[in-house]
């Protein structure tokens, strides 16, 4: 049939209001609950309108992953929808990923119908009832700004201007909204529109000038001082900031565990991705967006060394307990403060900078030399090792290549230059993310390689089927290598750590850690990829070139590189 619909529904209002937000992608796993939804879609289609673009996700954490992906790289947010209640606990791994790591992504689930009868989308098959919850949201409420059922069909655009507007206001997060289907299917008499334009958010949150010109004080009398960072990086613009000031002032820059790129390893200033040993001699600690800047039960620094702590939510209120001391807490962006942090330090000289610039560049100097002699003897081996699968990827990755680590990434052996360059799971470690990631960093910014690196571990966590499948149908190739030791190395140095004198120990700590692998080149060839496995690490460079070559023609391409421990 030809003509169009006669009557307008809520579900059309829901997609032009994501629409008004900028919103390019519903990542979906559809369910009964999508009809009102897919209708919309359809009716878009027919007239052009312009709406998200729907694409099917065949597993929850990877849907949410990719929209994790899309937002890192491009700071827009997105949004997926999932299938009631079910569908739903799927991607709570991946929200706790997001959540932690300030992702606004709009999570939304439909919601089984309320009624048994007598409305349009009432209840009509069996899983109707049993998918009812007392309170759906109640099972990701923890890990959420906002959450929120639609109630009525005139209320869809408000809804989402008061789910965005609340992700996007410092500090940012993911929201969840619930739809019912009978809502979506409403019929609406007048359209309702974004109020997006007149919804002006508030500002993030910048320091006060006396913390500032506290913090300068300390800085130009430092004499070891110590720049600890987590998510810093998090704005492209952040990293650049920090590299003029870091050389400026001569302050060694620990990204630790990083999340982003927050200086580059070619920075004599970069000194490594662990607070010792400088952390040991430090009097001065500025941790920016460090959720732990140390571990305390490890490492700690000197009693004495001032401490300061920035960030948009230094103490980290979302998280149960921490307890890192702090001298002068700085609620604002990174941004903000290392921009005022150069105005004020303008012309001011420091009292040991020239001497700790000669000191932190013969360190750096004699680091990269460990780093390259660890690597390259690696590569004479007859094993491959971390290092050496790193150092290799020297020769694939470019200025414009994005990095996506799930642990496994060392910018030690692989130096990368450009802020926005490197992406890494999140704080929360919920496994699963990186291949996922990858597909919607890919998404976001089709001309550029996109590299992730992960463990073998993580690499089945984030259900590989459904996220080649994703990257071969939707045409988004990206390189997979993994290093893989066949083992949940995390499992077992934890066993070992713990129980170093243990019975566990006499079996190395390989119990439940053991994890033999399968040919994991053989999954994406399954999905017309490019799949090598190399056990030779003589054979590494030229399989990585190979798989890129294939990604830069279109094909993805996995490296299953065979290191054992
Ligand atoms: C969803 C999820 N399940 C379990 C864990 C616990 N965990 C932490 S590290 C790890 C092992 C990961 O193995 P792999 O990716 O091969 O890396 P490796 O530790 O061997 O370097 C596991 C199971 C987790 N972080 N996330």
């Not at 302050?251 to 490594?272: C, D, E, H, K, W």
């Not at 307990?321 to 921009?339: C, G, K, Q, W």
């Not at 066993?495 to 080149?521: C, H, I, N, W």
Request: glycine share 6%.
């Amino acid at each position: 049939m030809d003509s169009a619909p006669q009557t307008r529904i809520a579900a059309e209002d829901y997609l032009d209001a994501l629409a008004a937000h900028g919103i390019d992608h519903l990542f979906c796993n559809p369910g009964t609950d999508f009809a009102p939804i897919v209708e919309a879609f359809a009716r878009a289609a027919r007239t052009n309108h312009k709406v998200p673009r729907p694409m099917v996700v065949p597993h929850e954490n990877a849907a949410l992953s990719m929209a994790h992906g899309y937002t890192m790289v491009t700071g827009r947010p997105q949004a997926v929808m999932l299938h009631t209640n079910v569908g739903t606990a799927n991607s709570i791994n991946m929200l706790i990923d997001a959540s932690r790591d300030r992702i606004p992504v709009l999570l939304t689930s439909g919601r089984t119908p309320f009624t048994e009868r007598g409305a349009d989308g009432s209840r009509s098959v069996y899983i109707h009832w049993a998918q009812e919850m007392y309170d759906q949201a109640g099972m990701l409420r923890e890990m959420v700004k906002w959450d929120y059922e639609m109630k009525r069909g005139d209320q869809a655009a408000t809804v989402v201007d008061r789910a965005l507007e609340l992700a996007m206001a410092s500090p940012k997060g993911p929201v969840y909204l619930s739809l019912p289907r009978e809502v979506l299917g409403e019929v609406v008499n007048t359209p309702t529109e974004s109020a997006h334009a007149r919804r002006a958010g508030p500002r993030a949150p910048v320091p006060s000038a006396p913390d500032v010109e506290r913090l300068a004080d300390w800085i130009a009398n430092a004499r070891a001082p110590v720049v600890i960072t987590g998510l810093l990086g998090q704005d492209p613009r952040d990293a650049v900031v920090l590299a003029r000031l870091a050389e400026r002032w001569a302050l060694p820059v620990i990204p630790f565990n990083t999340r982003y790129f927050a200086i580059s390893a070619n920075s004599p200033m970069f000194q490594g991705s662990s607070p010792r040993p400088l952390l040991d001699d430090a009097d001065l600690v500025i941790v920016i967006e460090s959720d732990v800047p140390w571990i305390p039960s490890k490492e700690e620094p000197p009693v004495g060394a001032r401490i300061a702590q920035i960030g948009e939510d230094p103490l980290y209120g979302r998280y149960p307990m921490r307890s890192f001391p702090s001298d002068l807490t700085i609620t604002a962006t990174s941004l903000s403060v290392l921009e005022a942090l150069e105005q004020m330090l303008e012309g001011r000289v420091g009292a040991h900078v020239e001497e700790r610039r000669a000191r932190l560049t013969a360190r750096s100097a004699e680091l990269h030399q460990q780093w390259r002699s660890e690597a390259e003897q690696g590569g004479r081996g007859n094993k491959n090792t971390l290092a050496w699968l790193n150092y290799c990827l020297r020769e694939v990755v470019d200025k414009d290549t994005i990095v996506i680590s799930e642990y496994s990434f060392r910018q030690e052996y692989c130096p990368l230059e450009a802020p926005g360059s490197l992406f890494a799971v999140s704080a929360a470690g919920g496994l699963g993310w990186g291949l996922g990631a990858s597909l919607g960093a890919k998404l976001a910014s089709p001309d550029r390689l996109v590299v992730s690196v992960l463990g073998d571990g993580a690499y089945m966590f984030a259900n590989p089927t459904a996220c080649h499948y994703v990257a071969q149908m939707q045409n988004l190739p990206v390189l997979t290598v993994i290093y893989n030791n066949a083992l949940y190395g995390a499992v077992r140095r934890a066993t070992l750590d713990m129980y170093d004198k243990g019975v566990a120990a006499q079996d190395d700590g390989r119990l439940l850690a053991d994890l033999p692998a399968p040919s994991f080149e053989k999954i994406v060839a399954a999905h017309d990829g490019h799949g090598e496995r190399v056990e030779h690490p003589a054979d590494l460079p030229a399989a990585l070139q190979r798989a890129a070559a294939a990604v830069r023609a279109g094909q993805q391409a996995l490296v299953n590189v065979i290191c054992p421990p």
